[in-house]
């Protein structure tokens, strides 16, 4: 086992010197909770040869985070019983999903389409109850303070449109964060379109009452290990005595498993020609999948994985890290909620199989999983011993020449806001270097998704004196002139028919530039990071390398994995570091102290829409998508993936003495129009 000589048995010890963190992130995934499932029932049978039957996964971990699903398994397995042990031992999670799934689930057949066509769209597909009434059965009164290890939950707040992260760490400071599990579990599960939004209040211990709005902390963190490491990072900074001697941002001193619920990465089920033409129906309904759900809550994980992967192998402790996945899902096996006996008992056999895979890593490149030489088996990683891992310990921060980011956030017509911001920022350097100054000379990285993804490429491209195309000061005057005509104005509220709500015609055809990066027309770039789905076309094309060889693209909106890229960007950097890029050389990996990052946001209507949990457990597909002007699925998904970023960031740029030079500029309140 992967622990067996790092860490004392059974009782775990605050990590001191010499030892490990432990970390245990479970990703969502609603029925395919079952693989995780199975993973750990074999995890905890090789502890309990070493300790005994009594032994639990809880007494190994530090910290067990969880997400939707995951956040469920995660109570399961740290809620105390009347003993103060585990209120469910890892062998019978398993047992526990096949037996309750389908009423959780209920697959009514009997309906015909159009009328499932119809309840989905007036209201969550599943109502709830069954759910809510087990959870509270089995979790009773117990609240996060009572785990049996720390844990960390993630949720997104519908009405303030911003993660609610439950941390054992946090209540302390946060006694309103001290909810019933079953809350948190009920809240942390209401996957959007399929479960009902989940409210309720709690009281601080001051008497002070606070509202929770919940929707599935998927759409926050759907692989919760980054924020489990931030918070445990966090606890470092402020010298908790159980983590002092650590030094913050010690990957090294980090030992993760990951375990996902398997995806349909290779199954290849929808391509750009055909979501293209896809309305607001294709994108919520396609043969029994739900792509855009699918889609935002993969690009999730998968971020996440990309850049645990960069940063443990940039400081050499790549065997500390294992990500356990089965990304070659097909058919129902790939639903979140197909509880048909059949369905359940072949996710069981996905989990028994993906242990007997192969330790793979995801390829930076293609997105799929690829064995590891030498790593044998997940099964043989969770029993080998590693005595010899190798860790460095980050230095300070240095001084002298720094590496310069730009980051600028998705957000259509509100690339207006960076707009200004950049204008005013290049005037300023124009001050110091004469008008021929542009922000392209001072930063070594600039980064942007989406809208933003069109102003990286405005700001970067040569023009024929290999000078950036446009100042930054055109960027607002573009945005002023194109954008009605990329961005028409009808009096058409909702379109049902299967097409998209605007015209990327005249997009392609407005002259960005064909200068390649990664081999790939800046064009097409942007125009695939600016595909929103349900706004503009997805987008294809193909693409050849140096030796002829052709690849095809089937991309939309860049949001979807992150609207703010400030963290791609930082785990771009240091991969350029650990391959020892001459440019970047003398850097070591993760010395945040070398970075200076502006990351520019472009607005949030955090409290405008005035959405709730109340109003949301009603909404179906409509709801979701269209309620008074707004489109409160998108917004919910692009608000926490910028947020989840920002947090981190911050949390690490503090940790490091260094947030003076981390800057994020943000309107928090959007409320004109």
């Known amino acids: 086992f992967l622990m067996e000589t790092t860490i004392s048995h059974v009782h775990m010890r605050p990590p001191n010197c010499g030892e490990l963190i432990t970390v245990l992130s479970i990703d969502g995934g609603g029925i395919r909770g079952i693989i995780p499932g199975v993973i750990l029932a074999y995890l905890e049978l090789q502890l309990q040869e070493l300790d005994g039957e009594d032994a639990r996964i809880a007494d190994y971990f530090d910290v067990i985070a969880g997400t939707s699903t995951g956040g469920l398994v995660t109570a399961m397995l740290t809620a105390p019983n009347e003993n103060k042990r585990p209120l469910y031992a890892a062998k019978d999670i398993t047992p526990f999903y096949i037996q309750h799934s389908p009423k959780i689930f209920p697959q009514i057949s009997f309906l015909p389409t159009v009328n499932k066509l119809f309840k989905a769209m007036i209201g969550p597909r599943y ?9 509270r059965g089995i979790l009773g009164d ?14 997104f707040d519908i009405k303030n449109l911003q993660p609610t992260i439950f941390s054992s760490y946090q209540v302390t400071d946060h006694p309103a964060l001290d909810a019933p599990l079953s809350d948190i579990c009920i809240g942390t599960s209401a996957a959007p379109t399929y479960l009902p939004a989940h409210f309720f209040t709690n009281k601080d211990t001051k008497g002070n009452q606070q509202e929770f709005n919940l929707i599935d902390g998927g759409v926050a963190a759907n692989n919760p290990t980054l ?5 445990v990072t966090r606890q470092v900074f402020k010298q908790n005595p159980d983590f002092f001697p650590i030094k913050p941002m010690d990957y090294g001193r980090f030992l993760v498993i990951s375990v996902g619920t398997g995806a349909a990465q290779k199954e290849g089920k929808y391509d750009a020609k055909k979501a293209s033409k896809w309305g607001v129906l294709g994108w919520l309904l396609n043969n029994g999948s739900t792509p855009l759900v699918d889609t935002f809550n993969q690009a999730s994980a998968d971020m996440v994985d990309f850049h645990n992967r960069v940063v443990f192998e940039a400081l050499h402790s790549e065997t500390n890290y294992l990500r356990i996945q089965e990304d070659n899902l097909s058919g129902t096996v790939s639903s979140v909620d197909v509880s048909t006996k059949e369905n359940l008992e072949n996710l069981v056999k996905v989990g028994q199989g993906l242990l007997e895979k192969p330790v793979s890593r995801v390829n930076m490149a293609t997105g799929n999983y690829q064995p590891v030489e030498d790593a044998g088996t997940n099964m043989e990683a969770l029993k080998k011993m590693d005595k010899t891992a190798p860790r460095i310990q980050l230095r300070p921060p240095a001084y002298g020449e720094l590496v310069t980011i730009l980051s600028i956030d998705g957000g259509g017509i509100r690339g207006t806001i960076p707009g200004v911001i950049l204008a005013y920022l290049e005037a300023q350097l124009q001050e110091l270097d004469g ?5 392209a ?6 980064a942007g998704t989406s809208t933003g993804g069109l102003v990286t490429a405005m700001l970067t491209a040569p023009d024929g004196s290999q000078r950036p195309l446009y100042a930054a000061k055109d960027i607002t005057p573009f945005y002023l002139e ?9 009096r058409t509220h909702i379109r049902w028919e299967v097409s998209s709500q605007a015209d990327k015609k005249h997009f392609r055809g407005h002259k960005v530039t064909n200068t390649s990066i990664l081999d790939a027309p800046l064009s097409d770039i942007c125009i695939s990071t600016s595909a929103a789905p349900t706004y503009l076309p997805a987008h294809y094309f193909k693409n050849q390398d140096r030796e002829g060889n052709e690849r095809e693209f089937d991309l939309i909106d860049g949001g979807v994995a992150a609207n703010n890229p400030t963290l791609l960007a930082i785990s771009e950097v240091t991969k350029q570091v650990f391959k020892e890029n001459p440019d970047f050389f003398q850097i070591k990996p993760m010395d945040y102290g070398r970075f200076l990052v502006i990351s520019i946001g472009t607005g949030a209507g955090k409290s405008r829409h005035n959405f709730n949990a109340k109003k949301a457990s009603k909404w179906g597909l409509v709801g979701w998508l269209f309620n008074n002007g707004a489109t409160p699925l998108l917004h919910a998904y692009g608000e926490a993936s910028a947020d989840i970023v920002d947090f981190h960031n911050s949390v690490v740029f ?16 959007i409320t004109l129009g």
């Open 654 to 669: 503090e940790a490091l003495h260094s947030e003076a030079k981390y800057l994020r500029i943000q309107v928090c309140e």
């Open 441 to 446: 000379d001072y930063f070594d990285v600039i």
């Open 435 to 439: 008008e021929d100054a542009r922000l």
């Open 142 to 155: 117990a609240r996060l303070h009572q785990t049996l290890t720390s844990v960390v939950i993630p949720t």
């Open 482 to 490: 194109e954008c009605p005509k990329i961005f028409h104005q009808t």
């Open 127 to 135: 109502n709830g109850k069954y759910l809510r009434k087990l959870v």
């Open 227 to 231: 924020v489990a490491i931030s918070e």
